[in-house]
């Protein structure tokens, strides 16, 4: 995967804090480059993918604004809706980011997440690029 940062990732969908699912899911990224301020570092806020009351509820008003959103979508635009954002522009991230751990990885190293955790591509540069092997692992929690 090749992430290419034209004006400072304003477009990326990635930027804004959000989880990938609402079950534990996880990624691992082999960086090809240096992840750094310059290209975006990985920002994830601590203990964020653990289940407890405040979690239930935000899944589940989650799940009822999602259905009434996705009602007339496409199955390709509701996947585009359906992993969550702590924000719906953003606005709130730089909040979010003082409780964020923020990180830099140098070339080929292989990074492991649990992407139900909040999590975001951090600001980049404009026309720097931030290279990696993505693999993603999900498993429905509802198969038999
Ligand atoms: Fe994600």
């Known amino acids: ?4 940062n034209f004006k400072d ?20 990224w082999i960086t090809m480059n240096d992840w750094n301020d310059n290209n975006g570092p990985l920002m994830y806020l601590k203990n964020s993918h653990l289940l407890n009351f ?13 259905s009434f959103r996705a009602k007339n979508l496409s199955k390709k635009k509701r996947n585009i ?3 969550w954002r702590l924000s719906k522009n953003g ?4 909040v979010y980011d003082k409780e964020a751990i923020k990180m830099n990885f140098k070339e080929n190293c292989f990074i ?11 600001n980049a540069k404009e026309n720097t ?5 993505l693999i993603s ?4 929690p509802f198969s038999i």
């Open 9 to 28: 990732n304003k477009h990326d969908a990635q930027k804004f804090y959000h989880t990938d699912t609402f079950f534990n899911t996880f990624k691992a």
């Open 112 to 122: 492991f997440a649990n992407t139900h955790g909040f999590h975001r591509r951090g």
């Open 1 to 4: 995967m090749r992430v290419q």
């Open 81 to 83: 809706i359906a992993s």
């Open 129 to 133: 690029i931030r290279e990696t092997i």
């Open 91 to 94: 606005k709130k991230d730089k």
């Open 137 to 140: 692992v999900r498993e429905n």
């Open 54 to 66: 405040k979690r239930i509820i935000l899944e589940y008003i989650n799940s009822i604004d999602y």
